[in-house]
């Protein structure tokens, strides 16, 4: 279903957003979401934010070409997050082939990773790697920074979400909106600085009933410091099976596939 929800409380600034949900579920995709992924439109971008598995999927399906992507943001490298970029390459590398440039960011080994992963997947591929090599880059960012890329200004956050990896959480700025986003994370005080001022805050809640896993955001804990959060508007996202079977009770706004939101 597609929902459109106007959303600015300032109409008097240019630029503007759209985002749609292209999956709003967690890695276990609990009943029948897609993983969590968003694209992100406006006048001088598009983003696909987070590349699991079921992104190309979700994409197609909504009627996005892939051609039109200008950057990929990945959070962290658990494979709901990031696993569905060899599908994303192999697509470029044979069904569309780029024909502009492309630029993916996330944390720090995302490229090694990515590659890694691209072999294990499709071994003993021979693609056209240099036509694909001279339009896409990869652009890692540490924990800490804020890096200006095309129109896009972005900042990093690290997350308590893995133990070795870096996990980020985002604050994006693009054409003249923000939006934050938690990528995957435990509660952590340093969020509500970070997210301060968005137009729009993305935060994962992975859990209901299960507040002593700590690298998960749950909801009776997000409900309760709500307040904390000076934002435009919150979403629930990468949403569990805990809080779907659970969600008569949940009282802040949730994400849905396919959702539209006007920033
Ligand atoms: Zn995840
Ligand atoms: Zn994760």
Same mark, same amino acid.
């Given at each position: 279903?597609?929902?459109?929800?106007?959303?600015?409380?300032?109409?008097?600034?240019?630029?503007?957003?759209?985002?749609?949900?292209?999956?709003?579920?967690?890695?276990?995709?609990?009943?029948?979401? +897609?993983?969590?992924? &968003?694209?992100? =439109?406006? /006048?001088?971008?598009?983003?696909?934010?987070?590349? $699991? %598995?079921?992104? !190309?999927?979700?994409?197609?399906?909504?009627?996005?070409?892939?051609?039109?992507?200008?950057?990929?943001?990945?959070?962290?490298?658990?494979?709901?997050?990031?696993?569905?970029?060899?599908? +994303?390459?192999?697509? &470029?590398?044979? =069904?569309? /082939?780029?024909?502009?440039?492309?630029?993916?960011? $996330? %944390?720090?080994? !995302?490229?090694?990773?990515?590659?890694?992963?691209?072999?294990?997947?499709?071994?003993?591929?021979?693609?056209?790697?240099?036509?694909?090599?001279?339009?896409?880059?990869?652009?890692?960012?540490?924990?800490?920074?804020?890096?200006?890329?095309? /129109?896009?200004?972005?900042?990093?956050?690290?997350?308590?979400?893995?133990?070795?990896?870096?996990?980020?959480?985002?604050?994006?700025?693009?054409?003249?909106?923000?939006?934050?986003?938690?990528?995957?994370?435990?509660?952590?005080?340093?969020?509500?600085?970070?997210?301060?001022?968005?137009?729009?805050?993305?935060?994962?809640?992975?859990?209901?009933?299960?507040?002593?896993?700590?690298?998960?955001?749950?909801?009776?804990?997000?409900?309760?410091?709500?307040?904390?959060?000076?934002?435009?508007?919150?979403?629930?996202?990468?949403?569990?099976?805990?809080?779907?079977?659970?969600?008569?009770?949940?009282?802040?706004?949730?994400?849905?596939?396919?959702?539209?939101?006007?920033?």
């Amino acid at each position: 279903m597609i929902l459109t929800v106007a959303m600015r409380k300032s109409p008097l600034r240019p630029g503007g957003l759209e985002l749609t949900i292209l999956g709003a579920g967690d890695a276990f995709a609990s009943h029948g979401r +897609f993983q969590s992924g &968003y694209i992100i =439109e406006g /006048p001088s971008c598009r983003i696909l934010m987070e590349a $699991g %598995p079921t992104a !190309l999927c979700a994409m197609k399906r909504m009627g996005f070409r892939t051609a039109d992507l200008d950057m990929i943001l990945v959070s962290h490298l658990h494979g709901d997050h990031y696993g569905g970029l060899p599908f +994303f390459l192999l697509e &470029y590398l044979y =069904e569309s /082939p780029r024909e502009k440039p492309i630029t993916i960011v $996330g %944390p720090p080994r !995302l490229e090694e990773r990515t590659w890694r992963l691209f072999r294990t997947m499709f071994p003993g591929t021979k693609p056209d790697l240099p036509r694909l090599l001279k339009y896409l880059k990869f652009i890692e960012i540490g924990a800490g920074e804020t890096r200006n890329i095309g /129109p896009l200004r972005i900042s990093a956050m690290r997350t308590p979400h893995m133990k070795r990896d870096i996990s980020l959480a985002f604050r994006l700025e693009l054409d003249g909106r923000t939006i934050a986003f938690t990528g995957d994370s435990g509660w952590t005080d340093a969020l509500a600085p970070f997210v301060a001022d968005a137009d729009l805050f993305l935060c994962e809640c992975t859990y209901f009933d299960s507040e002593q896993l700590d690298f998960h955001m749950n909801y009776p804990k997000l409900a309760a410091n709500r307040g904390r959060f000076r934002v435009g508007r919150m979403l629930l996202t990468h949403v569990g099976r805990e809080v779907l079977d659970r969600r008569r009770e949940v009282r802040l706004p949730m994400a849905r596939d396919g959702m539209r939101i006007t920033i």
